[in-house]
Nanobody, 131 residues
Framework: QVSLVESGGGLVQAGGSLRLSCEAS????????MGWFRQAPGNEREFVSA????????YNADSVKGRFSISRDIGANTVYLQMNSLKPDDTAVYFC????????????????????????WGQGTQVTVSS
């Protein structure tokens, strides 16, 4: 069983950048497909980005394409979310998640963009973007 701890959130001005980290313990990140989700007050949890268990493919939500990127460092047992050109609409609590599934698809139930696919979650880190 893996435990996930997010860090790197904070307050940033619109147009700025942040890098979120998700450090895993108890197991290695290469054992899981990893994802980032976010949730703003009053909203459902929203998919942001995912990286395949093999590490050779990534998928981003349309709302963050060209601005956010996911990566992992197996040696550090950490997954990252690099966020550039931040907008006030990006304000949310960001969650890291791990899925035991090795399949890779999106847009349908159980896909990489479906929170129900994920077996383990971190506690979240707050990102606030001021205008």
């Amino acid at each position: 069983q893996v435990s996930l701890v997010e860090s790197g959130g904070g307050l940033v001005q619109a147009g700025g950048s942040l890098r979120l980290s998700c450090e895993a313990s108890g197991d290695t990140v290469s054992t899981y497909g990893m994802g980032w989700f976010r949730q703003a007050p009053g909203n459902e949890r929203e998919f942001v980005s995912a990286i395949r268990r093999s590490g050779d493919d990534t998928y981003n939500a349309d709302s963050v394409k060209g601005r956010f990127s996911i990566s992992r460092d197996i040696g550090a047992n950490t997954v990252y979310l690099q966020m550039n050109s931040l907008k006030p609409d990006d304000t949310a609590v960001y969650f890291c998640a791990a899925s035991r599934s090795g399949s890779w698809y999106q847009g349908v139930a159980g896909g990489n963009d479906d929170p129900r696919r994920y077996d383990y979650w971190g506690q979240g880190t707050q990102v606030t973007v001021s205008s």
